[in-house]
């Protein structure tokens, strides 16, 4: 695997379910990254990850829980969502803690029923 | 706050002609300035960017000219081909000292016809 991974592509949900999106980034990077890409709307950044702390939290609802157990990794639980929250979650990842050369993933697409 | 405004979308265009996309932005200071490109399936990727007022960034045959006086920066590409069918972001970074994320506009879908 090469780049920035995420798993999986298609997410189908109840809003009673608990599910996790997983992330993971082969590039050797430090910082990584979680938006929300919603139909006619920019980018939402929502978390972000530097040497596996969080840094920043643009007042997402608790809802959403990430996580970073290393470098590598990054996950967003999920649970009790809104139909509302459906939409495409992107990942990316950067060396340094850089917003200029970020490195995205596919995203996962999430529909919420 | 700092906002990026570019045009709405979508834009459909025959092979070998010529693309603009505008984008304009709101920022204090010197921001940063990116276009990023999102193909069908796939996450962002950097396209080109611009870090002064005045330089112009370029990459794939796609140019953009950051100006600061009508606080712009405009992505163009002389002749456009079906592989280019794609979204394009344009974003900033607001200066330094202020904080360093990205924002970014809604997106322009480019569709390209044989």
């Known amino acids: 695997e090469t780049g920035v991974t995420q798993t999986p592509r298609h997410l189908v949900m109840g809003m009673t379910n608990k599910k996790s999106l997983k992330c993971e980034q082969h590039?050797?990077?430090?910082?990584m990254y979680w938006y929300k890409q919603s139909a006619k709307k920019p980018l939402e950044l929502m978390f972000v990850y530097s040497l596996e702390e969080r840094v920043e939290n643009n007042s997402v609802p608790s809802r959403f829980s990430p996580e970073c157990p290393n470098s590598s990794h990054l996950f967003l639980h999920l649970h009790t969502l809104q139909p509302e929250d459906s939409a495409l979650y992107l990942c990316?990842?950067?060396?340094?803690?850089?917003?200029?050369?970020?490195?995205f993933g596919p995203g996962t697409r999430l529909t919420v029923l | 706050g700092d906002s990026v405004t570019q045009m709405e979308g979508p834009v459909t265009l025959s092979e070998e002609a010529f693309l603009t996309i505008n984008c304009t932005y709101t920022a204090t200071g010197y921001p940063s300035l990116f276009w990023y490109v999102q193909y069908p399936g796939e996450g962002l990727q950097l396209l080109l960017k611009?870090?002064?007022?005045?330089d112009k960034g370029s990459n794939k045959g796609f140019e953009a000219t950051y100006r600061k006086e009508t606080t712009s920066f405009h992505l163009e590409k002389g002749s456009v081909q079906v592989s280019d069918s794609a979204v394009y972001f344009c974003?900033?970074?607001?200066?330094?000292?202020?904080?360093?994320?990205?924002?970014f506009g809604k997106g322009t879908k480019l569709t390209v016809n044989p």
């Open positions: 590039l050797g990077h430090n910082a």
């Open positions: 990316a990842s950067s060396q340094g803690f850089s917003y200029n050369e970020q490195f």
């Open positions: 611009a870090t002064k007022a005045d």
């Open positions: 974003a900033l970074v607001p200066s330094q000292g202020g904080s360093e994320k990205l924002v």
